[in-house]
């Protein structure tokens, strides 16, 4: 079966939209309108949800198969990006004096950033980061600012493909249940789980929704209907929360209330739209980004935190939006070179544990 292009072209989209989501939210906080972060979160991460509930089969062993190597490709990373910080940290303090880098951190950093910083490695953040406990590493902290979606994404995946293998003539019935479950938890705030199981809830609706999808396409005379609607909603939602709710999109998505459930489903509707619609015929960057998203979602984690230098170097001394131009440009080129490392280091973090597995079989 030939691959689907449209899916890896979406994938990389979202993720050139996930960049620019950090480049506004991260360094960006401080020099980028209001406005146009709000507006950045148009195109968020409820897309992946949804292009790996299209995506995803009944195969229990194979999706099982595809975490695992996901979870060792994190393990992975994580070990690299503990090294990084580590001799970062060691290596900065011959150009910068520790107060500069506690003050820098502090100053340009966010919830996530060090509010101190110690240059002994820290092992037991390397065990909470293979559990999927994201301690903050300093030098990096978008890294564990952007890892609640990996998370989420182990957790919906395991239900989804027992519910596709297990309850295939009843998926609309788990569909009706979470969004009955989210909706619940909206209403009475005080029953909204905490950690992820809140999340879970909506993510899964969107996964099998999508999955729902799969190879169908929206008819051209519904597209308006589907439009109009999500226009209704918007509507709805400034006139019942007030105008101010613009401002607080970020807040209403962790965990996903509704007005940010709302906020997503211009995106949502969009990707369906063009599913089946939008062909894709030769690969190209975007395709290429898409094919290889878990490597640029780690890479961007990265070039995100570095991209502060930068920002303190240049913030102030041009117009804003020359600066998100220039932030972002350098953000993408970052992480396409980070994204290349980072897939040498896996495969030769595999090659290493092909050739212990060999040593200790014979």
């Avoid at 502090?106 to 909470?128: C, D, H, M, R, V």
């Avoid at 209403?187 to 609706?205: D, K």
């Avoid at 999500?230 to 007005?259: Q, R, S, T």
């Amino acid at each position: 079966m030939n691959r689907d292009l449209y899916i890896d072209f979406a994938k990389g989209l979202a993720t050139l939209s996930i960049i620019f989501i950090h480049t506004a939210f991260w360094s960006g906080q401080f020099y980028i309108p209001t406005e146009v972060r709000v507006f950045s979160l148009v195109f968020d991460v409820a897309l992946f949800y949804a292009l790996s509930g299209i995506t995803s089969g009944s195969n229990i062993e194979k999706t099982f198969y595809r975490l695992l190597k996901l979870q060792i490709t994190y393990m992975i990373f994580v070990t690299l990006l503990f090294f990084l910080d580590y001799f970062f940290k060691i290596f900065g303090l011959s150009f910068f004096s520790l107060e500069w880098l506690q003050n820098f951190y502090s100053t340009f950093g966010s919830k996530y950033a060090a509010t101190s910083i110690s240059t002994e490695p820290q092992w037991q953040n390397l065990g909470n980061w293979y559990l999927h406990q994201y301690t903050n590493a300093d030098t990096f902290p978008v890294v564990m600012g952007s890892f609640w979606y990996l998370k989420v994404y182990f957790i919906l995946t395991v239900f989804g493909v027992l519910i596709l293998r297990f309850f295939p003539r009843h998926i609309n019935w788990f569909i009706g249940l979470c969004i009955a479950l989210t909706l619940i938890f909206n209403i009475f705030p005080g029953l909204y789980p905490t950690g992820q199981v809140g999340y879970v809830a909506f993510y899964l609706a969107i996964f099998l929704i999508a999955n729902r999808m799969r190879g169908k396409k929206i008819p051209t005379k519904i597209i308006p209907v589907l439009y109009t609607i999500v226009a209704g909603l918007l509507m709805w939602m400034f006139w019942y929360y007030g105008n101010e709710i613009f401002y607080k999109i970020n807040k209403n998505k962790f965990p996903p209330k509704i007005p940010y459930i709302i906020w997503t489903l211009f995106s949502l509707v969009t990707l369906f739209v063009f599913y089946n619609r939008l062909k894709i015929t030769r690969e190209n960057l975007i395709t290429y980004i898409g094919r290889n998203a878990i490597f640029f979602y780690f890479a961007q984690g990265i070039s995100s935190s570095l991209v502060y230098f930068i920002v303190v170097s240049l913030n102030e001394k041009m117009p804003w939006w020359v600066l998100m131009i220039l932030i972002y440009c350098i953000n993408i080129i970052l992480a396409i070179i980070i994204a290349e490392v980072l897939k040498k280091t896996d495969r030769l973090g595999w090659n290493v544990l092909e050739f212990l597995r060999r040593k200790t079989a014979s």
